[in-house]
């Protein structure tokens, strides 16, 4: 996510209207849905979801099909886990857009929540989200080397998971480094390493070519760690999914959704300046960065292997923090487990 602290604030701002306006929180007359009865597929009128998903809505509109679900879907500017959780808890949100992190700290803290689509990244070794970055003068070149250092750390969020799973790979654990704990929004982590206030972070998107292209001259680095990080999910709150007028709505958006995501794969040079340059306000060179980066998208109608990575993650954190081991299969509701893939190949047809 590319947003700014100020950005962030903002989208906390809109939760709280949506919030005191009604927002998800209104189920209307829909009939209670129960979670492994068949998902409704048309969308009565007057039904409305709202959908934290703001790279989804620029690919929407710039590919000409935010017409399929604008009668039915409002837009509220903020993804992320802490933002989407918030505004599930104040009943103003019914997806949201967010890695693999989320739905297993939402249900550890009482918050029932579904996966509806996910999507990783095609050769994702070659390709990953982050890198570890490493402060000015500091010398890591492996994880080996990781032993002793000051390493950011955000609990709860994606970067944060990945710190726990960069030290299992290298054989350290968290008595082995010490933990920084900083959020891992904007430029946090990377002014925290020019600082030297940490040695190391994970950093991602953008923030890798930049924070080289500032530090570099001054010895600052960054070394892969070889891991996947490629998760990507549509997340729901249960009691969206219990009202059938809404699950139908929730349906169509995970269809648009993937549809959506094999036109940014197909189309990159609309992508980059739509997308990028004119919302993002970065330049064609950092998009045209970012599209090589990613590499290209795998939504796959088989969730398997996938559910059994979250179970591994959730092995891990709970381990690391004390929390009950849960099945990562419950996280996921399989009646949407091919609605994304079917929709791209009946859009390719």
């Not at 949201?96 to 050769?123: N, Y």
């Amino acid at each position: 996510m590319l947003k700014t602290p100020k950005l962030l604030a903002a989208a906390v701002a809109t939760v709280a209207v949506l919030a005191g306006c009604g927002g998800a929180a209104d189920a209307g007359n829909a009939a209670k849905l129960s979670l492994d009865a068949a998902l409704p597929t048309t969308v009565p009128d007057g039904t409305k979801i709202v959908v934290g998903d703001p790279a989804t809505e620029v690919a929407l509109k710039l590919s000409g099909q935010i017409d399929k679900v604008s009668k039915f879907v409002q837009f509220a500017n903020l993804s992320g886990g802490p933002q989407t959780t918030e505004a599930f808890r104040a009943h103003a949100l019914d997806v949201g857009s967010v890695a693999e992190i989320p739905p297993i700290h939402a249900t550890w803290t009482g918050l029932h929540v579904k996966i509806v689509a996910s999507k990783f990244r095609q050769d994702p070794l070659n390709h990953p989200i982050y890198k570890l970055g490493i402060a000015p003068g500091v010398n890591v070149k492996s994880l080996g080397d990781l032993r002793g250092k000051k390493i950011a750390y955000s609990p709860g969020q994606a970067q944060g998971a990945l710190v726990l799973k960069v030290l299992q790979k290298a054989g350290l654990t968290k008595d082995d480094v010490k933990f920084v704990e900083l959020p891992s929004t904007g430029d946090v982590y990377t002014n925290a390493l020019a600082a030297k206030q940490v040695d190391v972070a994970p950093i991602g998107g953008v923030q890798i070519k930049r924070y080289l292209a500032k530090y570099g001259k001054d010895g600052a680095s960054t070394i892969d760690h070889g891991l996947r990080d490629d998760a990507g999910h549509l997340y729901v709150v249960q009691e969206s999914l219990e009202d059938a007028n809404k699950a139908a709505a929730i349906r169509a958006y995970v269809a648009a959704w993937g549809v959506a995501q094999n036109w940014i794969d197909t189309h990159p040079k609309e992508w980059i300046q739509g997308y990028y340059v004119k919302d993002q306000g970065l330049t064609e060179a950092d998009g045209q960065w970012l599209v090589e980066n990613a590499g290209h998208p795998d939504i796959s109608a088989d969730w398997s292997d996938a559910i059994q990575r979250h179970q591994d993650t959730i092995e891990l954190l709970a381990k690391e923090t004390g929390n009950k081991v849960i099945q990562a299969k419950d996280l996921y509701d399989l009646r949407f487990q091919t609605v994304a893939a079917d929709a791209i190949k009946g859009a390719s047809k």
